[in-house]
């Protein structure tokens, strides 16, 4: 998988190829990531890859030309290098508020594609010609706004990344978070290590006790407790989707009634 990043900040893509999870991975080659700057596409001796908005307004937009120009490098780079043909190409993202909300059966979806050529805008945006013409798809992180793409973009591949085989030690670990379907979808019950009192709080009994299916019945149970205190629409999904079994709502039942 080859994720190409058109960014003003290269410098920025560190965070991911030489830190923890996906570091280790960019390192064993199973992914790999390049940074495009679009001010290596201009021909002007500033490299400006700015300007001021038509019609007035605040701020710079970006101009189309430098992030067309880098799009097309990366394309000759992607075929050249045999990660795209000319019938498959990868497709090209813009890291945006106006996006789809990124989740994790998007991330799941990306897992099983070749990767793509995110875009990161900075200043007010970027010309709207380069998004009508060359973007396919827009995806947000949610409704707030950043300074730029950047950290959008390093958290989508992140949430991509960790989900590759080989790429986590024990490849179990990511179907038991949260959101997955091994939990119906579920938010991810919590976690407890060494030692067994810290200042004065005990390990759940149930965690020491080793018996599987108790632990694994504790561990659903706090699973819908934590859910629908937190995220009830997440167990309404679940729930309409055929996820919960009896025991299940028998557990939300007396939880409902215990308050
Ligand atoms: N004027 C734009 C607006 O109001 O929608 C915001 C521009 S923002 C300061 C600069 C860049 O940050 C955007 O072009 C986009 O690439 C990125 N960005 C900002 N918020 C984002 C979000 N929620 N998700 C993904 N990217 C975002």
């Known amino acids: 998988m080859r994720f190409d990043l058109i960014t003003l900040f290269p410098d920025m893509c560190a ?11 960019h390192q064993r080659g199973l992914w790999t990531l390049h940074a495009w700057n679009p001010r290596d596409f201009t021909h002007d001796a500033h490299r400006t890859v700015d300007d001021r908005p038509f019609g007035g307004g605040p701020g710079m937009v970006m101009m189309a030309e430098p992030l067309a120009l880098a799009v097309q490098a990366i394309r000759a780079d992607r075929l050249q290098a045999g990660v795209d043909s000319p019938d498959q190409v990868a497709p090209v993202v813009l890291l945006s508020p106006a996006g789809q909300v990124h989740h994790q059966a998007q991330a799941r979806g990306w897992a099983g594609g070749t990767g793509a050529i995110l875009v990161c805008g900075r200043y007010e945006g970027i010309d709207q010609r380069f998004i009508d013409h060359y973007v396919d798809q827009q995806v947000s992180l949610g409704d707030f706004v950043l300074s730029g ?3 959008a973009a390093l958290v989508l591949i992140d949430s991509v990344v960790r989900l590759l085989p080989g790429v986590l030690h024990d490849a179990e670990s990511a179907e038991q ?3 997955n379907p091994a939990l119906t979808g579920l938010l991810d019950s919590p976690h407890y ?4 009192v810290w200042r004065d709080q005990v390990v759940p009994e149930t965690l020491l006790s080793g018996h599987h299916a108790r632990i694994q019945a504790w561990r659903r149970q706090q699973s819908l407790h934590l859910t629908q205190a937190e995220r009830p629409d997440l167990v309404e999904q679940a729930r309409a989707a055929g996820g919960l079994s009896r025991q299940d709502e028998a557990c939300l039942d007396a939880l409902d009634k215990a308050r």
């Open 193 to 196: 290590t060494r030692p067994e």
């Open 149 to 151: 793409g950047e950290l």
């Open 177 to 179: 978070d949260s959101f």
């Open 15 to 25: 965070a991911l190829r030489e830190h923890g999870v996906s570091g280790r991975a």
